[in-house]
T-cell receptor, first 117, second 112 residues
């Protein structure tokens, strides 16, 4: 079974609109971490935001927020006021075992976001 | 502070050859992880090093190996290259266990 599922292969969004990228995960661990990374065409993976499984509040980093619904096992990324520079691949990733577990990140298949002027 | 650096950025090899990729982590970071990204398999974990010790290994054949030096710089080696080894190889570093991994720009390897 897929541990990280991103069901949107591609999305087109008008500039300045908000966009939600979906991510669901599957784990039996009680302690885990969820990450979102952005990958422009250059290839580098850029860290955006992190949510720990025990964090009670949704994480926010500037225009990025993570809508964490633990019971549904979803960790959607919300980008507010999208910009042309947001066009890229976006990956959801999970690290199982909590803060003192292994460092392996399991990635989803990604969503290609295109911002339309 | 300088980010993660990887060298070389691009590499072309032929089947049967071997290759060594290098990764310099962010200053102060002691954990280095390696990932392979291909269109077919996506992003897959190769291995992770901390204080010169391999702590975790992904599901890759023994042709893939790595090491970490005392200054936390890491190298990965692929021997007897196959066409399917063509990929973007990404290195990531973190301060330590359980902390955010920051990625380098990657090395694009093409095997002919």
């Amino acid at each position: 079974a897929q541990k990280i599922t991103q069901t949107q292969p591609g999305m087109f969004v008008q500039e300045k609109e908000a966009v939600t990228l979906d991510c669901t995960y599957d784990t039996s661990d009680q302690s885990y971490g969820l990450f979102w990374y952005k990958q422009p065409s250059s290839g580098e993976m850029i860290f955006l935001i992190y949510q720990g499984s025990y964090d009670e509040q949704n994480a926010t980093e500037g225009r990025y927020s993570l809508n964490f619904q633990k019971a549904r096992k979803s960790a959607n990324l919300v980008i507010s006021a999208s910009q042309l520079g947001d066009s890229a691949m976006y990956f959801c990733a999970m690290r199982e075992g909590g803060d003192f577990g292994n460092e392996k990140l399991t990635f989803g298949t990604g969503t290609r976001l295109t911002i339309i002027p | 502070k300088a980010g993660v650096t990887q060298t070389p950025r691009y590499l072309i090899k032929t089947r049967g050859q071997q290759v060594t990729l290098s990764c310099s982590p962010i200053s102060g970071h002691r954990s280095v992880s390696w990932y392979q990204q291909t269109p077919g398999q996506g992003l897959q974990f190769l291995f992770e090093y901390f204080s010169e010790t391999q702590r975790n290994k992904g599901n890759f054949p023994g042709r893939f190996s790595g090491r970490q030096f005392s200054n936390s710089r890491s190298e990965m080696n692929v021997s007897t290259l196959e066409l399917g080894d063509s990929a973007l190889y990404l290195c990531a570093s973190s301060l330590g266990t359980g902390l955010t991994q920051y990625f380098g720009p990657g090395t694009r390897l093409l095997v002919l």
